[in-house]
T-cell receptor, first 113, second 114 residues
Framework: SAVISQKPSRDICQRGTSLTIQCQVDSQVTMMFWYRQQPGQSLTLIATANQGSEATYESGFVIDKFPISRPNLTFSTLTVSNMSPEDSSIYLC??????????FGQGTRLTVV | GNSVTQMEGPVTLSEEAFLTINCTYTATGYPSLFWYVQYPGEGLQLLLKATKADDKGSNKGFEATYRKETTSFHLEKGSVQVSDSAVYFCALSTIKAAGNKLTFGGGTRVLVKP
């Protein structure tokens, strides 16, 4: 299995500010995935983070709003920039183990006021 | 593109009742299918999976069979407990060069009452 630690677990932020979420995995993985879960909704993939290259963003998500870093094979950060109340969501980091199963972090519950 | 449709909740049941959550999918190629569970205040956990047609995934009394002919992966449990109260997500993945991206259904909230 893969153990994923996300920080912070929750935060309340002022609109217009930015928050950086950290994701640490206990093993080396090629790809890390960032998802958003809006209140009462399902999960939507934001981007795929590859070590040594730029992240690949899904339709509707842009790098200026959600910059991602991937400095090594066990760590990634997602920044939510210039936040508005519509960004209030749970943000989850995910990795695949042995190409057969996805593991998720506990999530970061963000509230923008 | 890929998509997953699952029945909307909430589903409210009494303890020991039979649970079914319907899930159908649209995908190119031959996806792997998953059920994830999210207990209150927790992250997602894999409940069960199936990687090819007619496979049956099972775990904790839950079962789901990969039905290619009906593009379905319905989740069932014969006798639910209060501890099964959670949100259940059906999901699929197709192996792509970009990695194992998961496509999720909308989630079904299940509430089991004593």
């Amino acid at each position: 299995s893969a153990v994923i630690s996300q920080k912070p677990s929750r935060d309340i932020c002022q609109r217009g500010t930015s928050l950086t979420i950290q994701c640490q995995v206990d093993s080396q993985v090629t790809m890390m995935f960032w998802y958003r879960q809006q209140p009462g909704q399902s999960l939507t993939l934001i981007a795929t983070a590859n070590q040594g290259s730029e992240a690949t963003y899904e339709s509707g998500f842009v790098i200026d709003k959600f910059p991602i870093s991937r400095p090594n094979l066990t760590f990634s950060t997602l920044t939510v920039s210039n936040m508005s109340p519509e960004d209030s969501s749970i943000y989850l980091c995910s990795v695949w183990a042995w190409n057969t199963e996805a593991f998720f972090g506990q999530g970061t519950r963000l509230t923008v006021v | 593109g890929n998509s997953v449709t699952q029945m909307e909740g909430p589903v409210t049941l009494s303890e020991e009742a039979f649970l079914t959550i319907n899930c159908t999918y649209t995908a190119t190629g031959y996806p792997s299918l998953f059920w994830y569970v999210q207990y209150p205040g927790e992250g997602l956990q894999l409940l069960l999976k199936a990687t090819k047609a007619d496979d049956k995934g099972s775990n904790k009394g839950f079962e789901a069979t990969y039905r290619k002919e009906t593009t379905s992966f319905h989740l069932e449990k014969g006798s639910v407990q209060v501890s099964d109260s959670a949100v259940y997500f059906c999901a699929l993945s197709t192996i792509k060069a970009a990695g194992n991206k998961l496509t999720f259904g909308g989630g079904t909230r299940v509430l089991v009452k004593p």
